[in-house]
């Protein structure tokens, strides 16, 4: 059952967008409206993309509950949150063009929750000094995603979701198109386009405990840029979500939402102490992202967690219909996994893989790649979110960057004159996916991408080490030698398994930018923890940027304007009353 070149399909395109989540949605809407051809792909069905699972909201300042709110507040509070490592007119543009992301919407249909009066309803998330952050009960992202298709299909957007792609084309610095296979009979796929826009998530799915799904977040953009020419940046900066469940194995990761926290939800160790007490007695289970994560790391690390290595969230105390009205989606997940009825018993959770801060570097206005023609958006993009991303940011990045990077694709488009097309590009990606089908290794894909997320969950988890991270390299090194004993095995079911074997090229590319840019950020800064450089470095305010052939070189972070510099440096009242968790 092995595809050959003669199976090979052509496929021609003004604008590839690759990724069918929200971020490739919006950016694929633009261009059709700008009467530009586009063809959206992705490896996953569209109706299940990863934004259907973010849950607790979307960020505008839109001053709905809160009129003294501004974009410049919102611009100053993500900046904050960041540790002073996202790029400032990245953030601007966020900020600036989040009310017209919430409008989109809107004006397509999305079921936001609503006051009585009918205004959208805002609430609190933690480190926002108000209440900006817009939702459908905890069910946004799934929302999001069914407009968003909804608005595609009106258009009469062309989608494919079983196209794996494993190699974008490019010819002196200028991308043409990409090549891959389908996913269901293995027909290869060579998809010649005059732009590419790069969509297709990030790298946590290479972590033990994970909020994604085996299938996603597998490091495919890391891979695909790097090789076309573009860098890397801040791989290191990974969120860990407080609260991933344990159990069933093939569940581990799946997150339980912050708003279990917000709503009332109280952290206990396995002896039964409130432990965040010893970590944020201001906030207790309302503090951050990356405290609260460290908070439960310490306490199961030091020998207070549970026999199977977490705490215990627990809501029980809370009436049933809040539950159930606030929190359906968290109660229903429990039932359907453990049989647990979270209005009785707590919740088994650890810290989990959640979030990519870093990714592709991209411009701040357009999101190019320094390849020409190739953009890169949403998860797989960095600059916005730094060493700390605010809860909300990542749903309203997609809408603004989305329309903004197609726009300009559409332009980038419109103005060329001539695009070369390199056969030799093509050839190699055509001899890469046929030495996987064709080849006698006997090594598993998926059996080393076990032994891969064993590694980085090891030496590159909530708390790293310059010994440990080395030994983390050492290993890879080792994987890596066996990975070039790889054979992809397509069966009556599929080609699923090559899927797997490029699943692992992009993991094992997206572990070592991780793994050489963590050592080289010899500082403790947000989500990044250092055992051995336990405090704040104020040299090394800037970003790692990771290359295949160079390594990571360092460079300084951009300056604030002074439009939210200074709201930016003062802090906010980091008082939890009334607050939901970030």
Not at 35 to 41: D, I, N, T
Not at 53 to 81: F, K
Not at 116 to 136: E, K, N, P, V
Not at 451 to 475: C, D, F, I, P, Y
């Amino acid at each position: 059952m092995t595809a050959t070149r003669t199976q090979e399909r052509l496929i021609s395109t003004s604008a590839l967008v690759i990724g069918t989540g929200g971020a490739g949605l919006r950016a694929s809407i633009e261009l059709a409206e700008r009467g530009v051809q586009v063809l959206a792909v992705g490896k996953r069905r569209k109706h299940d993309a990863h934004t259907t699972l973010a849950a607790g909201g979307i960020n505008a300042a839109l001053g709905m509950m809160d009129p003294e709110d501004s974009w410049e507040q919102h611009a100053a509070d993500t900046l904050r949150e960041s540790y002073f490592l996202a790029d400032p007119h990245i953030v601007e543009i966020v900020a600036k063009n989040a009310a017209r992301g919430i409008e989109d919407l809107e004006r397509w249909g999305m079921p936001f929750a609503r006051e009585a009066d009918g205004r959208i309803s805002q609430r609190f998330f933690g480190a926002h000094l108000y209440r900006r952050t817009c939702y459908a009960g905890d069910y946004t992202g799934l929302e999001i995603q069914r407009t968003l298709l909804r608005r595609a299909q009106e258009l009469q957007v062309p989608i494919n979701d079983s196209i794996y792609i494993t190699r974008l084309l490019v010819s002196d610095g200028r991308v043409f198109g990409a090549y891959g296979f389908d996913i269901v009979d293995g027909t290869p796929v060579v998809i010649h386009a005059d732009a590419v826009i790069l969509a297709a998530g990030g790298h946590t799915r290479i972590w033990r405990n994970t909020s994604s799904r085996r299938d996603e977040n597998t490091g495919d953009s890391f891979r695909l840029a790097a090789l076309a020419g573009a860098r890397i940046r801040d791989a290191e900066l990974v969120q860990f979500h407080p609260s991933g469940i344990l159990e069933p194995a093939d569940a581990a990761g799946l997150l339980v939402s912050e708003a279990a926290r917000g709503e009332g939800g109280i952290l206990r160790n396995a002896l039964g102490e409130r432990f965040m007490e010893k970590y944020d007695p201001e906030r207790m289970e309302l503090s951050t992202r990356d405290r609260v994560a460290l908070a439960s790391y310490t306490e199961i690390t030091e020998g207070r967690g549970t026999a199977n290595g977490g705490v215990f969230l627990d809501v029980s105390h809370l009436p049933r219909e809040q539950i159930l009205e606030k929190l359906p989606r968290v109660y229903r997940n429990l039932i359907d996994l453990q049989m647990l009825d979270i209005t009785q018993s707590p919740i088994e959770i650890a810290p989990t893989a959640h979030y990519s801060m870093g990714g592709v570097w991209v411009s701040a206005e357009e999101h190019a790649t320094g390849v020409d023609g190739l953009y890169a958006i949403g998860e797989a993009a960095s600059g916005l979110h730094g060493a700390n991303r605010l809860g909300g940011n990542s749903l309203i990045e997609l809408l603004v960057y989305g329309r903004l990077t197609g726009g300009d694709a559409a332009d980038y488009i419109t103005g060329l004159s001539a695009i070369r097309r390199d056969p030799h590009a093509v050839a190699a990606a055509r001899a890469e996916m046929q030495g996987l089908l064709t080849g006698t290794g006997e090594e598993s894909p998926r059996l080393l991408q076990r032994q891969l997320r064993n590694v980085m969950t090891e030496h590159a988890g909530v708390v790293r080490s310059e010994a440990g991270l080395t030994e983390g390299l050492a290993k890879l090194d080792a994987l890596a030698e066996r990975v070039d004993n790889l054979t992809a095995h397509p069966d009556i079911a599929g080609f699923d398994d090559l899927a797997h074997a490029f699943d692992l090229y992009g993991s094992m590319l997206a572990a070592r930018a991780t793994l050489e840019s963590a050592r080289e950020r010899r500082e403790t800064r947000g989500a990044h923890n250092r055992s051995d450089f336990p405090e704040q470095c104020d040299e090394l305010r800037g970003n790692m940027v990771w290359t295949p052939d160079g390594g990571v070189v360092f460079e300084p972070a951009n300056a604030a304007p002074e439009s939210f510099r200074a709201l930016a440096e003062q802090g906010i009242d980091d008082s939890p009353v009334g607050k939901l968790a970030e």
